[in-house]
């Protein structure tokens, strides 16, 4: 096989590239390596004619000159136009001896190697003195700028949004913190819970709630803090009220029994369809009659559906949720709408609420939310970025009786996340804007972060035993120089990949524990990406971002060709991946097998189009 030098420069250039043309780039390389030489060009009037271009599309080529010895060297990657003035200066100095020796095919396509220590960030001053702590300090650790947040004293309801590493969690907890504080000032004796501090799912409560214990020491403030899941307080209301715990179907097992039903009755509608119109429209709006559903605008359902086709799909939905009573299954919609319905009866039980991770949530959840606090100063105080929303859910708050006009902030500087990480993370999104949380545009501009560090590293794989070799190296490379392995997470899109990436941590010696393991567990994170929503660590790796692992393909067939279904599909696995990206405080490593995601940045470029190998090392 063919041997190929590099110049010593070669891969630190080589890293600031485009992912595109780096993809492109190995891609010619490894066919010129094999023996492929059609893409070879020569240079006129070179004082070496055996410095060569290399093609690699209309844009760019590479700069190939020989080697003391034999063999050749890839010098540089540079667009079209420059590049022959490059050949000649090499042709015009025998650089032999600058040139390293030449590498296989099999060693110069090992991809990026793992830093030589621990990936090391920088901030600005009033940062420096906080990123020397552990990083379990780190992860309650407020922006001295947003105190001003956490203390204010606001008419109503107030609304945070920012982007990733902006803070908005660890200005839920402090502002949690501060309200139990206030109110054990305010009422001595009074100690039952006073304020909610809610969120989308199980780990997140648990991970506020032990970062509420380290930060509120004293009893008597800490237990008027309740840190429950939105789905658990729902569940807790029903079964106050009725004595019926309820037994709640996910969206997924819901579609696949309502579309046997819709195919035995012969209805051209989908099961994804079916569930989407309820929870998206009928329980989202609180229809109680067709009526009311025949008239509506459907707002935020892209596929038309005409009002003499709406009674035929309300009657298929009476008829199935008649069924699911008589089972006693219910969806997590519908048991916060029961909840909100006790709740309006009975009284509201809470003097504050904090809702982190509020884009996620449904309507019907926050009308239990509206109905859970008396409507006043301080009501609700509502954390969440739209462009980390992973579920279906549209929301307009003031359309629910929450007023948050005057009192909304938008946190613009990231001091959780570098800026290489974002820079390499933000295109995932393709430019989307996303809806807010009262139907207006939510855009990044003018996002940024104060923190920096090593570029991310995009790594693709031969196959399934390399990947995760190479996952091993890297984690093991991070662990020796000294991040704490729960400092450190692993994550893949399916379980599959999980179990497997598991065993190859393992079967090193490094210790592991599920992304959901208490705080207090030793080991490496590993878990599926939606499982890292909401957490924070300083080193990630993602693994098996492939297609088609992601999106799923069973994600996909699950949209039976639906579009609107279809366009949700897409832009749930954009969302996860962006969030699974910026999860990263100090290093991002991603790696695929085959053809990466369509949904990774460089798949947006052309140029990449069957690339198999694309590969960056990270700045030192």
């Not at 390499?424 to 545009?441: E, F, K, T």
Request: some cysteine; aromatic content about 6%; proline content about 7%.
């Amino acid at each position: 096989m063919p041997k190929l030098a590099i110049s010593p420069t070669f891969l630190s250039d080589f890293s600031r590239l485009d992912p595109g043309v780096r993809g492109a780039a190995l891609t010619v390389v490894q066919a010129f390596m094999d023996g492929d030489e059609t893409r070879l060009e020569t240079v006129p009037d070179l004082a070496d004619s055996r410095v060569r271009l290399l093609r690699i599309g209309p844009e760019w080529a590479g700069v190939v000159a020989p080697v003391p010895g034999g063999g050749r060297c890839l010098v540089a990657i540079r667009r079209s136009d420059d590049a022959p003035a490059l050949a000649r200066e090499v042709s015009a100095e025998p650089g032999g001896s600058a040139f390293v020796p030449p590498q296989s095919s099999a060693e110069l396509f090992a991809g990026a190697a793992p830093p030589a220590g621990a990936p090391r960030i920088t901030g600005p001053d009033e940062l420096s003195a906080h990123l020397d702590k552990s990083f379990d300090e780190w992860q309650i650790t407020l922006h001295p700028n947003q105190h001003r947040i956490v203390d204010a004293r606001f008419a109503g309801s107030a609304q945070i949004t920012g982007g990733p590493g902006t803070g908005k969690t660890v200005l839920a907890l402090h502002r949690a913190a501060h309200l139990a504080a206030r109110d054990a000032a305010e009422h001595p004796g009074d100690t039952r819970p006073s304020v909610l501090l809610t969120t989308y799912n199980r780990l997140l409560a648990q991970t506020l709630s032990g970062h509420l214990d380290r930060l509120v020491p004293e009893p008597d403030v800490r237990s008027r803090v309740q840190v429950i899941t939105i789905d658990s307080l729902a569940r807790s209301v029903v079964y106050e009220h009725t004595g019926l715990i309820p037994d709640a179907l996910g969206k997924e097992a819901l579609s696949e029994r309502w579309r046997e039903a819709a195919s035995a009755e012969g209805l051209p509608y989908s099961g994804r369809f079916l569930v989407d119109e309820w929870e998206q429209v009928i329980l989202a709006h609180d229809f109680t009659g067709a009526a009311d559903y025949i008239r509506c605008e459907r707002s935020g359902r892209l596929l038309h559906l005409a009002p003499e086709h709406r009674p035929q799909v309300w009657d298929a939905i009476q008829r199935y949720t008649a069924a699911m009573r008589v089972s006693g299954e219910w969806s997590y919609p519908q048991i916060a709408a029961h909840a909100a319905e006790h709740l309006r009866r009975t009284g509201a039980r809470y003097r504050h609420v904090v809702v982190d991770e509020a884009q996620d949530l449904h309507p019907a959840q926050w009308r239990m939310l509206r109905a859970a606090v008396p409507a006043g100063p301080d009501d609700l105080f509502i954390v969440g970025d739209p462009h980390q929303r992973i579920s279906d859910n549209r929301v307009s708050l003031a359309s629910l009786g929450i007023n948050v006009r005057g009192r909304g902030h938008r946190l613009r500087i990231s001091y959780r996340v570098t800026q290489e990480i974002l820079n390499w993370a933000m295109p995932i999104l393709a430019r989307h804007s996303a809806v807010g949380l009262d139907d207006d545009a939510d855009t990044l501009a003018g996002y940024r972060s104060l923190l920096h560090g090593p570029e991310p590293v995009l790594r693709g794989c031969r196959d399934r035993n390399e990947e995760r070799s190479a996952l091993g190296e890297w984690v093991r490379v991070w662990l020796e120089a000294g991040v704490a392995p729960s400092s450190v997470a692993v994550a893949a899109r399916n379980q599959w990949v999980v179990r497997h990436v598991t065993k190859e941590l393992q079967a090193r010696g490094i210790p592991t524990a599920p992304l959901d393991a208490p705080g207090d567990r030793s080991g490496v994170r590993v878990g599926t990406m939606h499982k890292l929503k909401g957490q924070e660590f300083r080193c990630v790796a993602l693994v098996g971002i492939s297609d088609p692992l992601l999106p799923p393909k069973a994600a996909i067939d699950s949209a039976e060709g639906d579009p609107v279904a279809l366009e949700q599909v897409h832009q749930h696995e954009r969302n996860l991946l962006f969030v699974a990206c910026t999860r990263a405080r100090d290093a991002l490593y991603v790696s695929y097998v085959g053809a990466p995601s369509r949904l990774l940045p460089q798949a947006e470029h052309p140029a990449e189009e069957g690339a198999a190998e694309p590969a960056g090392s990270p700045a030192r």
